[in-house]
């Protein structure tokens, strides 16, 4: 039989099976083309992009090659930096201005290597580029909310195969961030304690659901996953802002956010999957009592007519087996 989880942050209700036989599901693997003809993020190719905000490289003038990680403007950008941020009403509805900006971050000059291939020092650098332009970024004070996100496949939404993560600036607070800011706010209110941190200090007593575990942050497959195979990163020490991170923090991070990715890869064959940071808003919307985390979430399965009709996830595999699965992968320390 089948049993209701309530997750405590959102309220959301998971629909989760209560036996190990859930161990034998399978998942169709997406197949990747491999194709790197006429990709415009490979090397000798920095002239089919806009020219780039900002790059890593040890050599070279810029929108050239050499770079290690490269950040460009969005050709086809759903929000626009240029403009006056003006709002208005239409009857019931309201309007604002398109503006914002939309970057692409490209991970590696190499088309064949996603983050989960990529050595520590690697990704490292790809989350020092995340840290940056949100810093950056947040100088605008049109700006509200810092979304970056990795699209990996063509069924999570991505548009070219290179490995490539995004980052848009919004000029209101994302409803989906609202509603875990408030949720968060209300466990805080009632019990003085945050919720995520909760959740930290649970899972560590708990053990089962855990993929990593360093001095610093922790990933896991949590208790309320809506997904098969859904895994969280969240630092230790409470904090709300992932711009924040101090230098000996980012290599922990990247650390977490790579060797996650690679058990996923191993164990599932290189699916598609989504990743986000969730963080708190910023320029006067700042929320101390919310912590930020990294939510990855493989695309295993359709959200169909009964997910979208009554707000709930059905989840066919049960996290601490998901976890068990992913912990047999051995991946490379590099």
């Not at 086809?76 to 240029?82: D, G, K, T, V």
């Not at 590696?108 to 020092?128: K, N, Q």
């Not at 580029?129 to 063509?154: E, H, T, V």
């Not at 598609?272 to 919310?290: K, L, M």
Request: proline fraction near 6%.
């Amino acid at each position: 039989m089948n049993e209701l989880i309530r997750d405590p942050i959102t309220a959301r209700w998971i629909i989760v099976p209560m036996d190990s036989s859930a161990d034998t599901v399978h998942f169709a693997t997406e197949i990747h083309s491999k194709n790197k003809d006429n990709c415009p993020f490979c090397y000798g190719s920095e002239t089919m992009t806009p020219p780039e905000i900002v790059a890593h490289r040890k050599s070279g003038g810029a929108n050239t090659p050499n770079w290690s990680v490269r950040v460009v403007p969005n050709k086809f950008p759903a929000l626009r930096i240029e403009g006056e941020f003006e709002r208005q009403g239409i009857g019931v509805f309201d309007m604002m201005s398109g503006v914002g900006a939309h970057e692409v971050i490209i991970d590696t000059p190499d088309h064949f290597r996603d983050m989960a291939d990529l050595t520590h020092a690697e990704a490292e650098e790809v989350v020092w580029a995340y840290r940056a332009r949100s810093l950056d970024l947040r100088k605008d004070k049109r700006f509200k909310y810092i979304l970056i996100f990795k699209n990996y496949g063509r069924s999570a939404g991505a548009s070219l195969e290179h490995p490539h993560s995004q980052l848009i600036a919004l000029p209101i607070v994302p409803k989906r961030v609202h509603e875990e800011m408030e949720g968060a706010a209300k466990y805080y209110d009632y019990k003085e304690r945050c919720v995520f941190c909760d959740i930290v200090r649970e899972e560590l007593e708990e053990n089962e659901r855990i993929i990593y575990n360093d001095d610093r942050f922790i990933a896991f497959c949590p208790y309320v996953s809506r997904f098969a195979y859904e895994v969280w990163i969240l630092p230790k020490k409470h904090s709300s802002d992932f711009a924040n991170i101090d230098r000996d923090c980012v290599a922990c991070f990247a650390k977490a956010l790579r060797d996650s990715l690679a058990r996923i890869k191993g164990f599932l064959k290189d699916p598609a999957y989504n990743f986000i940071i969730h963080t708190s808003p910023i320029n006067g919307h700042e929320r101390e009592d919310y912590h930020w985390h990294v939510e990855i979430m493989p695309k295993l399965s359709k959200v169909a007519g009964f997910e979208w009709g009554s707000g709930f996830y059905v989840n066919p595999v049960l996290p601490y087996i998901a976890a068990k699965n992913l912990m047999s992968v051995a991946i490379p320390e590099k």
